[in-house]
């Protein structure tokens, strides 16, 4: 009993064990229930391993499926090889000719108008292959700098199976701007210079009636000498070459005959442009665009 006269409260256990003796039973011990720690959910590890087991089974099939692709194409491609036996074309630049080359003398802003003849051969090597060829754009530039020196279009063709093909281009610009301190370096008027040519078309192989998707190529010719067109010479004076026939004496008869009509000679003369003839072997490269890159 307390100091304040209340009889103090039992535990639970003192009380549960004397609820059951005054029910005439035996005490009963409180225990404390044993903890036993819970592991995962079996559904959610039998989740967990087969998705990883599916993620691998994919990778494996995607990589199975690639290598496939690759041996398949690598036997279409030897077997393509060995029974065809392709070569690429080749492209021999023959003449290259300056008909007109002028270049103002502003010191700022200098403009170029000029007119170039280019010819070259394009040979056909293959025994069964036909290439089909879209428009060519040909630009030429000065060799040192890039200067431009204009551009020209020259229809595709279909070149066809130990065939050589003749293309003839005139490159021209009028009045082009061009950098004044690279220009007046690398164009001459009088001498040689060098530069060089490049024709940019699309590709494709015919064998058959097979015919395989066009890609871009870039024929490349370098080493190119080319001289400016000699001035015409001013013309000289017309010289008369008067011929006169002298009388007989006046005691003989005498016959009179007029004299002959003036022969004029003119001594000017026009040279034509020279043409430079040349035999470079001219590179032909494959251009694979990616995106916005071209390689």
Known sequence: MSSNGKPNPQPPA?????????????PKMYQRPIYRPQG????RRGGRSSCRFSCCCCFFWAVLVVLLLALVAAVAGGGFYLLYRPHRPAFTLSV???????LSSSATAPALTDSIDFTLTAKNPNKKLVYLYDDFTVTAATAANAVPLGEATVPGFLHEA???????????????GVDPTA???????????AITLDLETKAGVKVGGFKTKKIGIQVHCDGIKVAAPAPAPTPAKKKGVKLTVAKAPSKAPSA????????AVDDATTSPPAATTVARVCQVRIRVKIWKWTF
Do not use: H, Q, W
């Open 96 to 102: 290259a000719r300056v008909n007109k080359l002028s």
């Open 183 to 193: 220009a007046s370096s690398d164009i001459k008027k009088s001498g040689t210079f």
């Open 256 to 263: 009179v005959e007029a004299p002959e009509p003036s022969a």
């Open 14 to 26: 003192a009380a549960a064990a004397t609820n059951g003796a005054g029910a005439g039973g035996p």
């Open 162 to 176: 130990n065939n050589i093909t003749v293309i003839k281009a005139t490159v021209t610009a009028a009045a082009l």
């Open 40 to 43: 995962p959910a079996k559904g």
